[in-house]
């Protein structure tokens, strides 16, 4: 038996299937993980994801600590509420995780890390701090939610406190705000406008009572990776590890160069990278009959030339869609499906973003 999150037994009694998950029991469906990805895209749905790690750094040398830890900087976060997405590497630039920090005071800065990596960002963190004055704190009394959708914001804000409503109904993208004990993101990880929310454990349940009456309907991690997919964002395990680095999984972008003096863990070796890079991170759009699916191999001629590293069905698109890593000098390519070789339209990311197709469709 996994780990339970705060809502299990609410899961339960919504009808969920409820599977094994990064070591916890999460729900991967309520009925028809079809209906709640197109529920996500329309409207708006509701994610569990309090198996997920929130954790404080306070102190004087918190933001020091974290231009050491994290590849992008943190220094670049203003006003407070900021956030930013960075991975966390190892000295040869692999990647330990990939994670949302916000910014709240100099002294003070939240990060959500994965729950199925937790135990080890956890460890890396705390060897890395040895020498500098910041506080480390997991917050594991905390639930967490995600309230996704077009309709999202208009349904949360007249839940939450009703001093609290205009200022974050005020918030930006990438956003947050901290009100007594909750603390509200205007972030996700679906392609689609709406706000994570971290609050005591205690009150949870009647949260996402409230969230279900005003029509955000609960949603399943099979939807959260069909949404993610569609939205072009990389799972940890699927689409990058400790075995590769951001700059051949599409995350150069989060890499901050600049300033040159800053000598962030995994620097030195994404340098010598740099330039020499052997691999490149697409989209690809099936254009046979068929499924993309993990590892499918990738040829052009007779040359392996990749792998798919996620793929699926998109149910916006009605198209089978994957990301993969491929040769730099790769072109015209085909995926091999049970010993059958498929035509594949190289794309770039993402496929879907705001319900919207941001590809072309052949």
């Known amino acids: 038996m996994g780990q339970h999150t705060p809502l299990y037994d609410w899961h339960v009694a919504q009808a969920a299937r409820m599977v094994p998950f990064g070591g916890w029991d999460m729900p991967l469906h309520y009925g028809s993980q079809l209906d709640e990805h197109h529920q996500v895209r329309r409207d708006a749905g509701l994610f569990d994801v309090s198996h997920m790690t929130a954790i404080d750094f306070t102190g004087a040398q918190a933001q020091a600590f974290l231009r050491h830890l994290l590849a992008n900087d943190v220094a670049r976060l203003q006003p407070s509420g900021k956030a930013l997405y960075s991975c966390m590497l190892q000295a040869d630039g692999g990647v330990i995780d990939d994670l949302i920090v916000y910014y ?23 060897q890395q701090a040895q020498g500098f004055e910041v506080t480390v704190q997991p917050r594991q009394e905390l639930a967490m939610l995600a309230i996704q959708g077009p309709q999202a914001r208009s349904k949360t804000i007249p839940l939450l406190a009703a001093d609290a409503q205009s200022s974050i109904a005020a918030l930006k993208p990438f956003q947050a705000q901290a009100h007594a004990d909750w603390f509200i993101g205007r972030t996700g990880y679906t392609g689609e406008d709406g706000f994570e929310v971290m609050l005591p454990q205690a009150q949870a349940v009647g949260f996402c009572d409230g969230l279900l009456a005003a029509g955000v309907q609960p949603c399943g991690l099979g939807a959260r990776d069909t949404l993610r997919l569609e939205a072009g964002m990389n799972l940890y395990g699927s689409d990058m590890d400790e075995s590769t680095s951001p700059l051949v999984s599409g995350l150069g972008w989060t890499i901050a160069w600049e300033p040159q003096e800053r000598h962030f863990v995994g620097r030195e070796a994404l340098q010598k990278q740099r330039g020499q890079l052997k691999q490149r991170f697409v989209g690809l759009l099936l254009q046979d009959k068929g499924v993309l699916r993990n590892h499918l191999p990738l040829f052009e001629a007779d040359r392996q030339i990749g792998e798919i590293t996620s793929g699926g069905f998109s149910p916006t698109l009605k198209r089978s869609i994957a990301l993969a890593r491929i040769a730099t000098d790769a072109d015209h390519i085909q995926v091999e499906v049970r010993g059958k070789r498929l035509n594949v339209r190289i794309v770039k990311p993402p496929f879907v973003r705001n319900g919207q197709a941001k590809i072309e469709l052949d």
């Open 104 to 126: 709240m005071h100099d002294q003070w800065y939240r990060m959500v890390v994965n729950a199925g990596t937790t135990e080890k960002d956890l460890a890396w963190i705390e």
